[in-house]
C-alpha cells in the first residue's frame, strides 16, 4: 500500500491543515474498500500496476484536493469583463507605439538598420517596451484583484442606478460643437499660416534670425490646402450631420495628407540658417545641423504616433459605415496619392535645399548630416 | 442512413446533462442517506440507481451537507476498520420533503409543457 500513501500525502498537501487528516482519512477508507472489493473478486492481493490504475482513476492528487477547498480567484467573473477589457487596452497601448517605432526606425533609419537586426532588436527591446508591458499586464492584475475583494466585502457592483446609465450615442452622428471647433481652429490656423509663415524667414527680431530652406514653400501649400479641406469638410459637417462614406473618405484623406506632410516636414532638414548676435557663424551652423538631426530622428515616433491616430480614428468610422473593402482601398489609394503629392511637392525642392544645406556646411567648414553618401 | 452526431453537440449534451445531474444528485445523496451508510457504500447504492458520481464529487458534497446541518457523520469501526457513517439530520429529513415536493412540481410543469403543442409551429 506503498502506493496508497504516497497518493494521500500528495493530496494532503494541499488540504487546509484542520480538515488534512479528516478528509485524508476518508479518502482512504474510500480507496481502500475499492481495493478490498478487487481483491476479494480476483481472489489475490492487487499489484501496484493495479493499484496504480485505481488511483489514476481516482485522478491526480492536486485535483482531488482542490474539490474540498473553497472556490477561489484572483479576479471573479463578474469583474473578468471589465478587467480582459482594461488589459487589452493597456498591452495595446503599451506595445504597439514601441513596435511601430521599431519598425519605422527598421524602414526609414538606414544606420538604424545597419546596426540592429530585426528579430534581436525585438527580442532585446524587451528590456524596455516587453518589459513595459509585462509590468503594466502586472499592475492592472493587481488592481482588479484589490478590486474584486473589495467588492467581495461591499457589493459595490449592486449599488447602480439605471437613470445614470450613458445615453445611446449614434456613432455616425456628428456633434455640432465639434464640427464648430474644428471650423474656428482651421480658421485661425489658415489665418496665422497665410499671414505668418509665407516667409522663408521665419523669424527676425532682436537679431535673431531664423531661415527656412526653399522646401518650405512646398509644406506652405500641402498645409494650406489641407487647412481648407479641413475647413470646407467642418462646414460640410455643421450643414449635414450625419457622417456619408465620402466624407468619411475625405477625412481619412485629409488625416491622412495632414500625417504625411507632418512626417516628411520632420525629415526634410528644414532650417537653413539661425543667427544670432552672441553666436558665431560655426555655432549657429552646428545648432542648425543639430535641430534637422533631432527633428529627422523624430521621425519614425512621429510616424508611429500619426499611423496609431488616423487608424484609430478614420478606419472604424469607414467601417461602420459599412463602406466594405473596396471603398477602404479607394481611401487608402487616395492617402497614398496625396500623400506622394505633399512629399513631392516638398521633394521638388529638396534638391535646392540641399545645394542651401551644403552651401551653408561648406561656408562653415562642417559636414551635412544625413546627406552622406 | 446512419446519423452521427458532431463532437460538439455531444460535447453541449454532456454539459447540459452534468448541470442537470447536479441538482438530483443533492437529491438522491439525501435520499439514500435515510439509511445509514458510509462513503464508499453509499457511491455503490448510487451507482446501482444509475447516480453514479465519483468520489471527488460525493465527498465534498457531503461535507457541504453536514456543514448546512442536512447530515450527521460519526466515525465508527466496522471490519477492523475507521469509517465514517452518515445519516440524513432531522433538518435534512425536513428539507428533503420540501425538495421532493419541489421535484414533482417541476416534474408535473415539464410534463404539461411537453403536453402541450408548440407554441408558434406551423
Not at chain 1, 525585438?122 to 478590486?147: D, E, H, K, N, Y
Not at chain 1, 466585502?153 to 449614434?170: A, H, I, Q, S
Not at chain 1, 515616433?301 to 478606419?315: E, G, N, Q, R, T
Request: proline share 4%; hydrophobic share 50%.
Amino acid at each position: 500500500m506503498e502506493l496508497l500513501d504516497r497518493y494521500l500525502n500528495a493530496i494532503k498537501f494541499w488540504l487546509p491543515r484542520r480538515q488534512q487528516d479528516d478528509i485524508v482519512a476518508e479518502l482512504s477508507e474510500d480507496i481502500r474498500s475499492e481495493i478490498d472489493e478487487k481483491e476479494a473478486m480476483l481472489g489475490r492481493k492487487l499489484d501496484d500496476a493495479e493499484i496504480a490504475t485505481i488511483l489514476k482513476q481516482h485522478g491526480r492528487p492536486l485535483l482531488v484536493a482542490n474539490r474540498y477547498l473553497p472556490q477561489q480567484h484572483l479576479i471573479g467573473p463578474a469583474l473578468f469583463p471589465v478587467y480582459r477589457f482594461v488589459l487589452a487596452v493597456v498591452v495595446l497601448c503599451s506595445l504597439v507605439p514601441g513596435l511601430l517605432v521599431r519598425i519605422s526606425l527598421m524602414i526609414f533609419d538606414p544606420s538604424y538598420r545597419s546596426t540592429h537586426a530585426v528579430w534581436v532588436d525585438l527580442a532585446r527591446g524587451g528590456q524596455s517596451f516587453w518589459g513595459a508591458t509585462l509590468f503594466a499586464i502586472g499592475a492592472v492584475t493587481a488592481v482588479f484583484a484589490v478590486l474584486e475583494r473589495v467588492e467581495a466585502r461591499t457589493r459595490f457592483l449592486e449599488n447602480w442606478d439605471p437613470r445614470k446609465l450613458p445615453p445611446v450615442r449614434d456613432p455616425n452622428r456628428i456633434p455640432r460643437f465639434n464640427s464648430i471647433v474644428e471650423l474656428g481652429a482651421n480658421l485661425i490656423f489658415l489665418v496665422w499660416w497665410v499671414s505668418g509663415t509665407w516667409s522663408q524667414t521665419i523669424f527676425n527680431r532682436a537679431g535673431v534670425r531664423i531661415v527656412l530652406t526653399p522646401v518650405w514653400r512646398g509644406f506652405f501649400w500641402a498645409f494650406f490646402v489641407i487647412a481648407l479641406g479641413n475647413i470646407v469638410l467642418a462646414a460640410a459637417n455643421l450643414l449635414y450631420r450625419q457622417w456619408t462614406w465620402p466624407r468619411a473618405l475625405l477625412r481619412l484623406a485629409l488625416d491622412g495628407a495632414g500625417a504625411a506632410a507632418f512626417c516628411w516636414l520632420l525629415k526634410a532638414s528644414l532650417l537653413a540658417e539661425i543667427s544670432a548676435p552672441q553666436l558665431s557663424w560655426a555655432q549657429a551652423a552646428e545648432v542648425t545641423n543639430a535641430i534637422n538631426n533631432y527633428m529627422g530622428r523624430m521621425f519614425p515616433f512621429a510616424l508611429s504616433a500619426c499611423l496609431i491616430i488616423v487608424v484609430l480614428s478614420d478606419v472604424p468610422r469607414l467601417l461602420r459605415l459599412g463602406a466594405g473593402r473596396g471603398r477602404l482601398i479607394q481611401g487608402v489609394a487616395i492617402i497614398i496619392v496625396l500623400a506622394q503629392i505633399v512629399i513631392g511637392g516638398s521633394q521638388a525642392s529638396l534638391a535646392g535645399a540641399a545645394m542651401v544645406d551644403k552651401n551653408s556646411a561648406t561656408t562653415f567648414g562642417l559636414e551635412v548630416p544625413g546627406r552622406r553618401t | 442512413m446512419a446519423h452521427s452526431t458532431p463532437p460538439e453537440t455531444s460535447e453541449v449534451f454532456e454539459n447540459l446533462r452534468l448541470e442537470l445531474r447536479r441538482g438530483c444528485l443533492i437529491l438522491a445523496v439525501l435520499a439514500a442517506l435515510r439509511t445509514e451508510q458510509y462513503g464508499y457504500t453509499l457511491r455503490k447504492v448510487l451507482a446501482e440507481h444509475g447516480m453514479e458520481i465519483d468520489e471527488g464529487t460525493l465527498y465534498p458534497l457531503l461535507r457541504r451537507l453536514e456543514n448546512q446541518g442536512l447530515l450527521r457523520s460519526q466515525w465508527r469501526e466496522e471490519d477492523k476498520r475507521n469509517k465514517r457513517f452518515y445519516r440524513l439530520s432531522g433538518e435534512g429529513k425536513q428539507i428533503l420533503k420540501q425538495l421532493l415536493a419541489e421535484w414533482q412540481g417541476i416534474d408535473s410543469s415539464l410534463a404539461e409543457i411537453l403536453k402541450e403543442p408548440s407554441h408558434g409551429t406551423s
